[in-house]
C-alpha cells in the first residue's frame, strides 16, 4: 500500500518515510487489534463471557474448551451446528479427520490444528476445528476418533489413513536401522511396497494378499 501510494505521490514519499510509515501502523494496529491471549484456557473464558463475539450463520462459533492436563493446557474446539446439519442432510456420509502442524497461533502458543471435513459432492467441507496446545496422537486423534464416533455412529465403518501407515512403516524402518539395507537391496525394497499396498486391499483379501507377497 505505502509502495502505491509512494509512486502516485513521489514527493509526499521523500518527507513521510517508510519507517514512520511502519511505526504509525504498527500503533494503530495495536490500538484496534485485542489483545492476544497467552493461554487457550483464557481465550476460552472471554469466549465463554461473551458468546455472540464469534457467529456462524448466527449460532455461537466455539463450542467448547477441554483441559487436557495437570499444567492447564487445553483443546479449544470451534464448529457450526447449522453448518454440520445442512452437509448431512445433503447426503454428507464420509467424514474425514486429520491434522496440520503448520497452521497454528502462535500466541497462545498451539501445536497442532485438528480438523473434521464431510465430503458432499466430491467437495470436502470442514465442520469442526480444534485448536490443540499439546499433542498425543494415541490419546486424542486415534482413541477419540474412534470412541466418539462408535458412541455417535455405531454403524459407522472406521477407515485409517494410508499415508499414517506408511509413515508408521518408515518410522519403524528407522527406528531398527534398515534404512540403508532397505535403499540398496532391490528385493527388500520391493517387499516394502508390497507390504504398504496390502492395506489398500479389500479387508477379507488381505490374507491372500499377503500369502501372495510371500509367494513373490
Not at 473434521?116 to 476445528?129: A, R
Not at 490419546?139 to 509413515?167: G, K, M, T
Request: with cysteine.
Amino acid at each position: 500500500m505505502y509502495d502505491e501510494e509512494a509512486i502516485r505521490n513521489p514527493n509526499m514519499a521523500y518527507t513521510y518515510l517508510w519507517t514512520s510509515t511502519e511505526s504509525s501502523m504498527r500503533k494503530a494496529r495495536r490500538e484496534h487489534v485485542p489483545v492476544l491471549h497467552e493461554t487457550l484456557n483464557s481465550l476460552k473464558e472471554i469466549l465463554e463471557e461473551q458468546e455472540n463475539l464469534i457467529q456462524c450463520n448466527g449460532h455461537r462459533f466455539f463450542q467448547e474448551c477441554i483441559i487436557v492436563d495437570g499444567n492447564g493446557k487445553a483443546h479449544v474446539m470451534f464448529a457450526c451446528p447449522e453448518v454440520i446439519n445442512d452437509v448431512i442432510l445433503n447426503d454428507g456420509t464420509v467424514w474425514q479427520a486429520d491434522a496440520t502442524f503448520k497452521v497454528v497461533p502462535s500466541m497462545p502458543k498451539c501445536r497442532q490444528l485438528f480438523m473434521m471435513h464431510i465430503i458432499i459432492q466430491n467437495h470436502s467441507v470442514p465442520i469442526c476445528y480444534v485448536v490443540m496446545e499439546t499433542f498425543s496422537y494415541n490419546d486424542f486423534q486415534r482413541n477419540w476418533i474412534e470412541n466418539a464416533f462408535s458412541i455417535v455412529y455405531p454403524d459407522a465403518i472406521l477407515v485409517s489413513c494410508w499415508f499414517h501407515y506408511v509413515q508408521s512403516l518408515w518410522k519403524n524402518i528407522r527406528r531398527l536401522h534398515y534404512t540403508t539395507y532397505i535403499r540398496d537391496n532391490e528385493l527388500a525394497k520391493k517387499c516394502l511396497k508390497m507390504v504398504m499396498a496390502l492395506s489398500l486391499l479389500p479387508a477379507e483379501q488381505i490374507e491372500l494378499g499377503n500369502l501372495s507377497n510371500n509367494l513373490s
